[in-house]
């Protein structure tokens, strides 16, 4: 273990390096006594990086919010019987679809793991060190009605909203949204449309939308900022959470 004096320890803590002086404090003297001062060195920022990244990356998980922060893409059941196509689920693994700015929808029946596929995907963001978020729709229309209630909320609600690389939107059109809120949807979109992607999870298939959506202009324009540039996937009939309970 590598001798550090107490001033050089503190001036570390002080400047915020402690990954750094934890990674110094760690290095073995005997396995490194061959090394010169450049291997050492990168030894010890390689291994202060790692602690810094994996740290990052939890922190952005935990602010994601995610219903399934344990969720996974790499460990999906039943993936044949659900008729997902593993090929644009790998291929969503990527994240690749983020630098297009295109959106993504999960569709099928109640229980078919939508939710949890959302979950997945917003944290494979997160280890990508990209800006992810999950809200439920009920949720997003709560905080909706206290933004209305605030001076300068909605502006703050929007930006808020509008800033993060990945909205994932759980239980997308459960209810019919009121005209306040299909204004809302409307201004989000347009801010969000091709710089960021949104994520819908939602049992209801694309013909349904624009009924749900009120049938006017304002279903016209969020649909058009919507269909035109998104990873449709299917998510069947098969029900997780039953299947889930038997396997407990």
């Known amino acids: 273990m590598t001798s550090i004096d107490t001033e050089t320890k503190r001036k570390l803590r002080e400047m915020g390096a402690v990954a750094l002086l934890e990674a110094l404090e760690s290095q073995d003297e005997d396995l490194t006594m061959g090394m010169s001062f450049d291997e050492r060195l990168r030894l010890v920022v390689d291994e202060a990086h790692s602690v810094f990244n994996h740290a990052k990356i939890e922190g952005l998980i935990r602010r994601a919010g995610l219903r399934y922060p344990a969720a996974d893409l790499r460990q999906l059941d ?8 593993q090929n644009v689920i790998a291929q969503l693994g990527t994240c690749s679809f983020i630098e297009r700015g295109q959106n993504v929808v999960f569709q099928g029946f109640t229980g078919s793991g939508k939710s949890y596929l959302g979950c997945a995907l917003a944290k494979r963001a997160c280890q990508h060190r990209i800006r992810a978020h999950y809200i439920r729709m009920p949720d997003l229309e709560e905080a909706w009605a206290q ?31 009121d005209e306040s809120m299909r204004s809302m949807l409307l201004e989000l979109l347009e801010r969000r449309y091709d710089c960021a992607s949104t994520v819908f999870c939602t049992q209801y298939a694309k013909k349904d939308w624009h009924q749900r959506l009120g049938s006017g202009v304002h279903a016209d324009a969020i649909m058009d900022r919507i269909v035109h540039n998104t990873v449709w996937v299917e998510t069947g009939s098969h029900n997780m959470r039953e299947h889930a309970a038997l396997n407990q």
């Open 78 to 85: 039943k993936v044949d019987e659900r008729g997902l196509d």
């Open 147 to 177: 933004a209305l209630d605030k001076p300068m909320g909605t502006t703050k609600f929007l930006k808020k909203y509008a800033a993060f690389s990945v909205l994932v939107i759980d239980e997308w059109l459960l209810d019919h949204p």
